[in-house]
């Protein structure tokens, strides 16, 4: 196993002396001991100034900064330590940024023109996907979107010889991973049969097969892992998990099969299949685990086929695309945050997080960072808050309890409340799917003496009530290690990540 770099490693050794010890035994000579031991990894800090050979960028969907701090506690209570001072493991990379999210028409912004802007260097309208803002919304025109389209950074790295993969729990051609390689005017367009009449555009799918190889771009993508089944399939053909689903296309095109073919590559649809697939074997591998997203990280193990985790997809995922000798580069979407935060349940949006950082420290186990970029950031956040004065080490899912005090605080109409609220949505729900469910969505309404607010099917309350919770639009971090790495600073446009990799991996070719 390789190891990170020496900065890395400091920090690392840091990180653990910190989150050795627990609140019961700080004093003032703890802050004392934190404070001058983070002070000397810094003054050993240097930027890493080689070509970055391979690219990794992770995505947390709506993985805004407050989320990040719940994740933190919470996986560090879960693993019975001190949560406030734990650290997820992107938070040990040494350089960060803040991203402005913004995009050309929207103060709040979706996922569609925010990873355009990551992947293109561009910022572009609502629902647009690597095109430039010159596109309205829904344009049918195919001479349109080919006049403006973006080329991003994957297809760039496919022409520079290298490999390239997509990795997103999410479907394979939901807005994240799509705006890698697809260029559409409606991020919705994801199959044929989404389109409108008259439209002579390529359906998002259909991009994945028909953009790559002889006189297209590169020679396609090495790995392509997530859900989305139900876009490649023929509407005749039954999901090989769930057979009373079909596919969605109109054109009758079996898209898997065509992947298989034109690119030489290895399907598989459940945990067995994934495991049982050798990297070394020399086949790519294209991994569809459900007909549309994949299965959140809390729920996989009682999923029918089984489905793998984010990080043993990104650990399969390296092992292939290393196999090239000119470098890679690799996206991977935790796509499910934003999923969970829509329906205001925080114990899923939380575990999600966690995900993403099991896979951030995997692949920082198997990478050299001297030739390899790490960046983990968000392409927007979503409006979860923390507040309440609750005391150190409560539970962060739990009901606000101040210091000194046994009993949960009570709110102004004499009922206790939780840590975390969203500031829109469903709202309350002590079990199950939060649109189902029976209270009603103005004010507070419930009385949760009684409630279990930690339950995974617990759904937070909010303060103003909509049909789901809506993004935010604060800034979002930006953690990276490697090459390039400390160009990360300040506060930037997101589409500066861009530029960072681009000049990282020494593919700058429009200056």
């Not at 919705?188 to 190889?213: C, H, M, R, T, Y």
């Not at 970029?373 to 609750?390: E, F, P």
Request: hydrophobic content about 40%.
């Amino acid at each position: 196993m390789r190891i990170v770099n020496r900065l890395s490693l400091i920090m690392l050794t840091v990180a653990c002396v910190v989150g050795s010890v627990s609140a019961m035994a700080e004093n003032a000579q703890t802050w004392i001991n934190d404070g001058e031991a983070a002070l000397a990894a810094a003054k050993k800090l240097h930027p890493e100034l080689g070509r970055a050979k391979n690219v990794i960028l992770f995505v947390g969907d709506g993985m805004g900064i407050s989320t990040i701090t719940a994740s933190r506690i919470f996986e560090g209570q879960s693993k019975g330590l001190d949560g406030e001072r734990n650290q997820l493991a992107f938070e040990r990379l040494p350089y960060l940024a803040l991203s402005k999210t913004y995009s050309a028409n929207q103060q709040t912004s979706d996922s569609a023109p925010t990873m355009t802007a990551i992947v293109t260097g561009v910022k572009t309208n609502d629902g647009g996907l690597s095109v430039n803002q010159a596109v309205v919304r829904s344009e049918p025109s195919h001479a349109v979107i080919q006049a403006n389209k973006l080329t991003t950074i994957l297809e760039q790295a496919e022409m520079s010889g290298r490999a390239t993969g997509i990795i997103s729990t999410a479907r394979v051609t939901h807005a994240t991973p799509a705006a890698t390689y697809a260029h559409t005017s409606n991020r919705d367009w994801e199959a044929d049969s989404n389109l409108p009449a008259g439209a002579d555009v390529k359906d998002i799918a259909a991009q994945l097969i028909d953009s790559f190889g002889p006189k297209q771009i590169g020679d396609g993508l090495e790995v392509l892992m997530g859900g989305g089944r139900s876009n490649l399939l023929p509407k005749a053909q039954s999901d090989p998990e769930y057979p009373n689903i079909k596919g969605k296309r109109n054109d009758g095109r079996d898209l898997i099969q065509e992947f298989q073919t034109k690119f030489n590559a290895h399907y598989v649809w459940n945990k067995a299949q994934f495991d049982a697939f050798n990297p070394a074997s020399g086949q790519r591998l294209l991994g569809l685990f459900e007909p549309s997203h994949m299965q959140y990280d809390h729920d996989r193990l009682t999923d029918t086929a089984g489905e793998p985790s984010l990080a043993e997809m990104t650990d399969k995922a390296i092992e292939v695309l290393k196999r090239n000798k000119k470098g890679y580069f690799l996206m991977v979407e935790a796509g499910r945050i934003d999923h969970a935060s829509h329906a205001n349940n925080a114990f899923r949006t939380l575990s999600e997080t966690v995900a993403l950082s099991d896979a951030v420290k995997l692949a920082m186990s198997k990478v050299d960072m001297r030739d390899t970029l790490i960046i983990v950031t968000a392409d927007h956040s979503h409006t979860l808050t923390i507040g309440g004065y609750a005391k150190r080490g409560n539970p962060i899912l739990g009901k606000v309890i101040f210091p000194g005090a046994a009993v949960p605080e009570k709110a102004l109409d004499g009922n206790p409340y939780t840590t975390i609220s969203f500031a829109n949505g469903t709202g309350y729900a002590a079990g199950g799917d939060a649109h189902s469910a029976s209270a009603s969505r103005a004010g507070r309404v419930a009385d949760m003496s009684t409630v279990d607010t930690e339950d995974p099917d617990f759904h937070q309350e909010v303060m103003v009530p909509l049909a789901a919770e809506t993004h935010a639009g604060e800034d979002v971090a930006i953690f990276a290690g490697g090459p390039n790495a400390h160009l990360f600073h300040g506060i930037q446009e997101q589409s500066y990540i861009y530029y960072v990799m681009e000049d990282a991996m020494g593919l700058a070719t429009r200056r």
